[in-house]
């Protein structure tokens, strides 16, 4: 087949043309979950059908459907600002309708059972179900530097982190990469949403942190000012507490 993309422990071969295998030895068949899921409630949503894992070798293969198109981070820098705003007003819009869609289960997290992700540098996993958004925040707290002192960790816990958010079904890493879009002579199409690894129910605000997640402060890509707001949300407060937590 073609190797589409190799990084990160992962390889995307496509062995047909309407057939892509991501294989890897640690991938999280969660994301199988996470499209079953889409799929059983929307048969129009713009993301990969799920077709099916195997594991050989202590490797795991899993098959989806293909997208046709380009990554929306290598078009971007061509785009005029109306077809950035384009892109922005589609995406608010497959995300308005990811959120109507049922949630994967009254718990936090994604997979069976649900556990919580959080990708920074590293993957962090809960290692007990979440039930409320007060146990969310101890496992964002205890991901933290071990050598943060318990009265630090406390006042953000209860000066900082807020317990009143809704639970959505969230992507996890809708950044550019993961976006496939077609352009056309005067028009933008996104054509799909791939990579559900770290999809699941998280807080509502969940989503707009994880897109500004690999956004640097040196960085002068205007991704930042074609945000989705209108779809997933303005969160600035709880990105500055998540930047705290980061840092």
Known sequence: ?????????????????????????????????????????????????????????????????????????????????????????????????????????????????????????SVRRSSEPIDNEQDFNEFLLSTTKPWISQSYKEHVRSKCLGSHHRIVLTHGDFHPRNILAELREDSLVIRGVVDWEAGGSYPEYWEYIKCLNTVSSVDEDDWLRYVPICGMGEYSKEWAVDMLLES
């Open 1 to 121: 087949g073609e190797i589409i993309h190799t990084g990160g422990g992962r390889k995307l071969t496509r062995i047909h043309p309407n057939i892509l295998v991501k294989s890897g030895r640690d991938l999280d068949l969660g994301e199988v979950d996470m499209m079953n899921h889409i799929h059983r409630f929307s048969k129009s949503f713009p993301s990969p059908r799920s077709l099916g894992s195997i594991i050989c070798n202590s490797t795991t293969h899993f098959f989806m459907t293909f997208i046709e198109g380009s990554t929306l981070e290598a078009l971007w820098p061509s785009l005029s600002t109306d077809l950035k705003s384009s892109a922005r007003d589609q995406l608010s819009k497959i995300l308005l309708d990811l959120r109507s869609l049922p949630l994967l289960s009254a718990q936090y997290g994604g997979g069976t059972p649900p556990r919580c992700k959080d990708v920074r540098r």
